[in-house]
């Protein structure tokens, strides 16, 4: 069934591209060499990539592996720091960055690798820490009560089949073409205006809502909406 | 499960943009609903390519970046050795937020001083800072009719416990409904009865014949 349904979409893709390209309206990665910087990473790359941040985060998980620890730290470092100051974050970037690698060390053993890529993992960490500094930002505007550490004591164990998972991730987020991914990545993971991702991605304001609309409307469709 | 969130609060959710409010509501369908974990590990992995794919924007000397880590690491040991854990870490709340999302869960419901507002009808509001929303807790007895009400701006519902009807459908345990200022409706509570979390962006507004007093009651 699921089959079906797949190569089905698919052959309507890849009609709709042909179709497409003479209109200019993109359903599908068209190579636009003016953006070639923007283009996504080769797949297999990053594949290779991925692969090797996974047995360096099992290195760490399991021998507490300095070494691997540090390779992670130096690849990830600069780019996480980025990431809170393109958000603004430009006095606690630095800090936020340091308490993201103690619990990437100290909750090594929770990242589960048939669950998700290691830069996944470790972008939860930092989504979340970004979560509380603005939370905390709040309660101490509005009042002076201190924030409560919970006391979770069981490890829980995540261990689920989800290598087919992985699989439908890919399948499902592919069907975004490479502006989609841009747009989204733009203004809900990194936070921008719609006016700044327009500008970053050469594209106008209105553009750039479209997009977030057709990529809403592709991921509905292929996550199985209400 | 038939009603979840749409997938625009699921991205909002997964890159850390929710409300307050609707994140705790979003944490805890999630604790509770496989399809959503899904969906959510999928948009998660989303920003890990945006991480990945990210370009530095500060200058720093590769030697820095050394002692930084050396520094780090002499952090790191100095910490307790016990191992880490937390339930609710994969959910996108706030650490401050758990305690609650923790006693809903669990469904520690006695512990909330409910305050009743009708026969068959309790209220607790929730205190959570969010500028956006107000958040409540209602709890039905079996069979309670809710009284009409529409809403002025958006009503999210959690069903927590039990379940509830109205002229539209059933809502169950985990659910997560959606309903604007066009439904006026009048649900009904399951047969054992319903505790349901509901975030509203602006008060409701009762209709019925018990309309202005549930009102009154409302501004309270």
Known sequence: ?226 | MKYHPDIEILLKYSSGQLEPSLAVAIGLHQQNCEECQQRISELESVGGETLETIHKVFKTQDSNVVDDFDKLFSDIEALPQDSYSGEYDNLAIAQSDIPLVDQLYNRRFEEIAWQRVAPKIWRASIAMNDPGYEVELLKFSANAKIPKHTHKGNEFTLVLQGDFSDHQDRYVEGEFIVQDQSNEHQPIAGKNGCICMAITNAPLKFTGTFGPILNWFNRQ
Request: hydrophobic share 35%; proline share 3%.
């Open chain 1, 1 to 226: 069934m699921i089959h079906v349904n797949n190569w089905k979409q698919t052959t309507e893709t890849t009609m709709q591209a042909n179709r497409q390209n003479q209109s200019n309206l993109v359903y599908w990665p068209v190579l636009n060499p003016k953006r070639r910087n923007v283009t996504m990473v080769n797949n297999q790359d990053s594949e290779a990539a991925a692969l090797n941040w996974r047995q360096h985060m099992c290195a760490v998980s399991e021998n507490r592996d300095r070494a691997a620890f540090q390779a992670l730290y130096l690849h990830f470092c600069p780019k996480i720091k980025s990431f809170y100051l393109n958000q603004g974050m430009t006095a606690m970037a630095e800090e936020l960055t340091h308490e993201v690698f103690i619990k990437v060390w100290q909750k090594a053993a929770s990242y589960n690798p048939e669950k998700a890529n290691v830069s996944t993992w470790i972008f939860t960490i930092v989504r979340n820490l970004r979560i509380d500094y603005l939370r905390r930002k709040r309660l101490t505007e509005v009042s002076d009560e201190d924030t409560v550490e919970p006391g979770e004591e069981d490890t829980l164990d995540l261990d689920i089949e989800l290598s087919r998972n992985k699989k439908k991730i890919h399948q499902v987020l592919n069907q975004l073409n490479e502006e989609q991914r841009h747009v989204l990545q733009k203004v809900y993971f990194e936070d921008k205006s719609h006016q700044l991702a327009a500008a970053e991605l050469e594209m106008t304001p209105g553009v750039v809502k479209s997009r977030i609309r057709s990529a809403l409307k592709v991921l509905r469709s292929q996550m199985g909406g209400e």
